[in-house]
């Protein structure tokens, strides 16, 4: 039988790739990401030949004998692997070609939920200093500012009879 | 030597797979002909739902098992369809055609001859055959090329006509998926190294001999892996965020199905590779917390596309529920919620898309009064909407009552615990479908939406799916017995070990054919 004892190597590299990767996986920019997803993809790739054990002969009845072959199943997996890696980089690429498009940068954009809740604090301050100083409108536009989720523009759109102090506040809510 | 055989069935096993797969090449061949795309789609999900629903029936008597290109199992890969696998089958192509004409008489009535559509009809049947690909795989690689197959499929549908909205969506989803990809990936290496098999019915065999430690990190990593993509708590943060923002039947699918495929996957697993159920305390704590957070997330909610988005997260709790009670009256209640939740759950995005349509936008405040201007849409949301909040006698109903029973029986404190955590998650998600309801129905029209016909098209097969949803009401009770057939043979995993492993010719991984050719290569 052929050594099944992992590769130091081997294991060493797949270390590092991985950690490179989920570092990059954690960058803002998507153009990062889609580098970290291909370390982080190679990384796990290699792990496949650590299980696939020591190389040996070519796995073919009659050319090796049996003791001395390489497993050629993690090659077929790995192979299929990065056949798949390969559609996927190409994916994001696209997206981030597009999102470079969209808004002149490719920087993934902050969680809906985050945003709204902290466009919500700053309009609730809002209409909390303003309900009696300027009325019920104010506060039906302040609402349905808050409740504005097609916007991915970074400063909501300020409704033209309201106070420029009203509006402040919640752009200042969405610097992060 | 292969013959057609009528009795044995199992060359309509790669059916659902295939069929799809040549209507995706012929639909993309044809994409300058939108009508003609259209077609071959449906024709092509009918036949899937026709061989699906042959295989449920005949799987009903015992697994079958294809050896795809004759080398047979541990070598070779095979598709098994047992009762599990075929009734989600069924359940999923039923679930995509009625999507599909819903999306066709969406594109005809919007007039759009251009290019998302082009495309549209391909992705979705790749969509599906990914899906088909990984209920019927009995073989943890094979899983994985099913689930990458449908990821990729959903990656361009969500981000189809590519806005700038749908593109910060399709970011989050496509990086949680990659990622998810990524760590199932490294189970299957690890399982490899520690078993030599990837094959299912193989890792069944050998997986209990190998040391508990690995085992425990095995059982860890596949459960991540599929926890992402069914959007258990704390891994569900990306769902709400990215559903909401495709087009509606993109939506209603995925909602349906691919969180529904995590949970197969977890199921499969769980029950095949892991019968020791090492990890069901932490399984229903998972629970616990995906059905509350879930279902508070959706009580917040001011959007009706996101408030049902979060009823999805929550309700994915109780399927988990019944895996973690990892007894026969669990299991069988999880399958049974899980059929129930696939219908009801893309009904409502499909009734959602209606709304949408017919009040002119998806917020709360800006919808009303659409139960006296279209009392159709009112009743085709009404129905599901119940349903999901688990009303009697709907078959929502039915499911969480033998979740709740299953989780009596256990009768340990946690399971009494989760039993209160979704009877409290059912009161609240009602509250959160009958705020909605209110808002969307009865308040007066802050404005009144423009008069308007809704297609035909679109409304027939949002009622055909909320009709199905009834009959599995009406029809609970042999699809119970069913459901808990299919439980007692995921129970006892030696039925399935033995039916893609028989002893003889077969376990030693060859087919007979091939055995020959072997044998000779043996003594040259």
């Known amino acids: ?85 390969l559609g996927m980089t190409a994916f994001l690429l696209a997206m981030a070609y597009r999102s470079w498009q ?60 309201t106070p420029a102090d009203a509006s402040a506040p919640a752009t200042g809510g969405d610097a992060r | 030597m292969n013959v057609v055989d009528l009795s044995d069935l199992s060359w309509v096993v790669p059916l659902p797979v295939v069929l799809p797969l040549f209507a995706a090449g012929l639909a993309l061949a044809l994409w300058r002909h939108g009508r003609a795309q259209g077609v071959i789609s449906v024709v092509a999900l009918s036949l899937v739902l026709i061989s699906s629903v042959t295989l449920l029936i005949a799987a009903d008597s015992g697994p ?45 009535e919007d007039g759009d001859a251009e290019t998302p559509i082009a495309i549209f009809h391909p992705t979705y049947l790749i969509l599906t ?105 704390p891994l569900s943060a990306w769902l709400p ?46 629970a616990l917390a995906t059905m509350l957070v879930g279902v508070l997330g959706a009580v917040a909610q001011n959007d009706i596309k996101r408030l049902v988005s979060f009823t999805l997260v929550s309700h994915i709790g109780y399927m988990i529920f019944g895996i973690a009670l990892s007894s026969e009256a669990g299991l069988a209640a999880a399958v049974f919620y899980v059929t129930h939740h696939i219908t009801v759950q893309t009904a409502l995005f499909l009734v959602v898309g209606l709304i949408e349509r017919r009040g002119g936008s998806t917020s709360l405040d800006k919808l009303g009064g659409l139960a006296k201007i279209a009392p159709v849409l009112a009743i085709l949301f009404f129905v599901p909407a119940m349903n999901l909040a688990g009303i009697p006698p709907l078959s929502g109903f039915l499911g969480k009552a033998g979740l709740l029973q299953a989780g009596v029986a256990q009768g340990t404190p946690l399971s009494y615990a989760l039993v209160g955590g979704a009877v409290v998650t059912s009161l609240l998600t009602l509250y959160a479908i009958v705020k909605a309801w209110n808002k969307a129905f009865w308040q007066t029209a802050p404005d009144e939406p423009a008069p308007m016909r809704l297609p035909r098209g679109m409304v027939g097969p949002a009622a055909a799916l909320v009709g199905f949803g009834l009959a599995l009401t009406v029809l609970a009770g042999p699809l119970m017995s069913f459901t808990e057939r299919a439980a007692a043979t995921l129970r006892d995993p030696g039925q399935y070990i033995s039916a893609v492993l028989p002893d003889g010719g077969r376990g030693a991984g060859l087919s007979d054919d091939v055995a020959e050719d072997a044998g000779a290569g043996d003594n040259p």
Request: hydrophobic share 50%.
């Open chain 1, 102 to 161: 969209l808004n002149g940068h490719d920087e993934v954009q902050d969680d809906l939920e985050d945003r709204r809740i902290a466009r919500r604090a700053a309009a609730d301050l809002a209409a909390f200093e303003d309900s009696d100083a300027v009325g019920a409108t104010n506060l039906d536009e302040d609402a349905a500012e808050v409740r504005d989720e097609t916007g991915s523009d970074d400063e909501p759109p300020v409704p033209a009879d």
């Open chain 1, 1 to 85: 039988m052929i050594d099944t004892s992992p590769n130091l190597v081997l294991v060493a590299v797949v270390v590092v790739l991985v950690t490179a990767g989920v570092y990059l996986l954690l960058e803002r920019s998507l153009s990062r990401v889609l580098l970290g997803v291909i370390i982080l993809g190679n990384g796990v790739n290699l792990l496949f030949l650590v299980a696939g054990g020591a190389a040996g002969g070519a796995p073919i009845i009659g050319q090796t004998p049996e003791g001395q072959m390489s497993d050629p199943l993690p090659q077929a997996m790995v192979l299929t692997a990065i056949v798949i890696t």
């Open chain 2, 241 to 286: 965020d990215s559903y909401p923002t495709a087009p509606a039947p993109v939506t209603a699918v995925f909602a349906g199905l691919l969180t529904k495929v995590g949970v197969y996957a977890i199921i499969r697993t769980q029950t095949l590779l892991f019968p020791d159920g090492r990890l069901d305390d932490l399984l229903m704590w998972a």
């Open chain 2, 129 to 233: 055959a990914g899906v088909s690909n990984a209920f019927l795989s009995g073989d943890l690689f094979n899983l994985y090329v099913g689930f990458e197959i449908l990821l990729a499929a959903s990656y361009v549908l969500i981000t189809l006509g590519g806005t700038g909205e749908r593109i910060r969506a399709g970011t989050i989803y496509v990086v949680v998926s990659l990622l998810s990809s990524v760590i199932f990936l490294l189970a299957i290496a690890l399982v490899y190294s520690a078993t030599g098999t990837v094959n299912l019915a193989q890792l069944g065999e050998r997986l209990p001999d190998v040391d508990p430690g690995i085992q425990l990190v095995l059982q860890l990593l596949l459960l991540l892996a599929f926890g992402i993509k069914a959007a258990i708590f």
């Open chain 2, 64 to 108: 079958l098992v294809l050896d795809v290109g004759g080398w047979a199992a541990p070598v070779g890969i095979d598709l098994v369809a047992d009762r599990l696998s075929t009734l989600m089958l069924t359940v999923s192509s039923a679930v995509t055609l009625c999507v599909l004409i819903y999306s066709i008489a969406q594109g005809v």
